[in-house]
T-cell receptor
């Protein structure tokens, strides 16, 4: 059974600081998604990583994928309050993908002014 | 705005009743996946429909069933509702075939009392 683990589960950080969220998964996969969820809302797609070594950046967020280590990271640079949300990684375990996603536990990020 | 719409947005049902949730997929997408997200947890894959056929199922009992229509919209039906079925139900629309796209609707919040 595929397991997807994120750490930390909770993260409180000050504005302006940098931090990294880690996503480990238990099976081979070359496709990993990152989503953001605000309280009571749906999932907003942030990044889709489709190959080993993939790196994508959008604003203060950067995601990377190491399929050999079965690890993805979401790096936050110079955090601002608007980034406060819960972040999920999700793995598509089928080689080539079929969008049947297994989600991590989520990381609740709080940015303190 | 993903173009994936779900209805209704909120619903309250009594234990033992039946419920139908609806999802309209994004234009050009032929695959719909349904997820259940309990409070404080990550979404759990229920099943996927591709070109009107069920294309994979997660660890959910048969009282969770679905349909996909020729226009690729989809329904999720849950019979004999239990209190634990209270959750946010999300549908994700994708192009299928590992295209690396999975966009979520705003969700339906189901409360079973």
């Amino acid at each position: 059974e595929l397991k997807v683990e994120q750490n930390p589960l909770f993260l409180s950080m000050q504005e302006g600081k940098n931090y990294t969220i880690y996503c480990n998964y238990s099976t081979t996969s070359d496709r990993l998604y990152w989503y953001r969820q605000d309280p009571g809302k749906s999932l907003e797609s942030l990044f889709v990583l489709l190959s080993n070594g993939a790196v994508k950046q959008e604003g203060r967020l950067m995601a990377s994928l190491d399929t050999k280590a079965r690890l993805s990271t979401l790096h936050i640079t110079a955090a601002v309050h608007d980034l406060s949300a819960t972040y999920f990684c999700a793995v598509d375990p089928l080689k080539g993908g079929n969008e049947k996603l297994t989600f991590g536990t989520g990381t609740r990020l709080t940015i303190i002014p | 705005e993903t173009g994936v719409t779900q209805s209704p947005t909120h619903l309250i049902k009594t234990r033992g009743q039946q419920v139908t949730l609806r999802c309209s997929s994004q234009s050009g997408h032929n695959t719909v996946s349904w997820y259940q997200q309990a409070l404080g947890q990550g979404p759990q894959f229920i099943f996927q429909y591709y070109r009107e056929e069920e294309n994979g199922r997660g660890n959910f009992p048969p009282r969770f069933s679905g349909l996909q229509f020729p226009n690729y919209s989809s329904e999720l039906n849950v019979n004999a509702l239990e209190l634990d079925d209270s959750a946010l139900y999300l549908c994700a629309s994708s192009r299928g075939g590992g295209a690396g796209s999975a966009f979520f609707g705003q969700g339906t919040r189901l409360t079973v009392v």
